[in-house]
């Protein structure tokens, strides 16, 4: 879709993240950052530049698991002026994530195994801006009032449950970066990086 701004995506993105995410349903956590050069990011990050792995997400999540680091983050782009970065083994909030520069970064996590689902954040030089999770009754307030634009609209409504908010989670993420997550988004060849223990400690 080339204007996401004016609908939702073809396809269910939670849908999507179990048929293609190798189990990172249970565990999805995904920073979409301004800018097109994933290398600033991996160095932001504190990545090890000599680990650096072409690769798609299914042998991503191999090597992870037989990694005696705790963390690392799969780069590549996203859409055009947006790369995105999928972290293993950091928690939400963590100061990697508020370590990306003056950009805008939104930041997406949640766990199906727990029923969680964090607030959609965005930050900018180092600092949570706020929340962009769509008002769930139409006409309520959002935390950001400018990214109202970007909420979708009466099919926002309805009953909720853990999958839909992802879905609609995942739908403004879309909106603002001008790209829905599709199936070409989960078979994409990207770049893994070890992010040595130790990197963020007592930061």
């Keep these: 879709m080339t204007q996401p701004e004016q609908g939702l995506p073809a396809e269910n993105q939670w849908d999507l993240m179990v048929e293609h995410g190798h189990g990172l349903h249970n565990g999805f956590h995904g920073l979409w950052a301004e800018g097109d050069d994933p290398e600033e990011l991996s160095r ?54 508020r370590n990306l520069g003056k950009r805008r970064v939104l930041e997406m996590y949640c766990r199906e195994e727990l029923r969680e689902l964090e607030p959609l954040n965005l930050y900018y030089d180092g ?5 962009v999770i769509p008002p769930y009754d139409q006409g309520a307030d959002m935390d950001l009032p400018e990214c109202m634009p970007y909420a979708p609209g009466p099919e926002r409504g309805g009953t909720r449950s853990f999958t839909r908010d992802v879905h609609f989670v995942a739908s403004m993420v879309g909106r603002i970066t001008g790209r829905f997550i599709d199936r070409d988004w989960w078979t994409a060849t990207r ?13």
């Excluded at 770049?191 to 963020?200: A, E």
């Design 44 to 97: 932001l990050l504190r990545a090890d530049p000599d680990s650096r792995l072409e690769c798609d997400l299914e042998t991503a999540v191999k090597v992870y698991g037989r990694m005696r680091e705790r963390a690392a983050a799969w780069i590549g782009p996203h859409a055009p002026g947006w790369t995105h970065v999928l972290v293993l083994g950091l928690h939400p909030y963590h100061p990697a994530v």
């Design 127 to 131: 600092e949570r801006i706020g929340s």
């Design 191 to 203: 770049t893994l990086y070890r992010i040595p223990d130790g990197s963020w400690e007592s930061r």
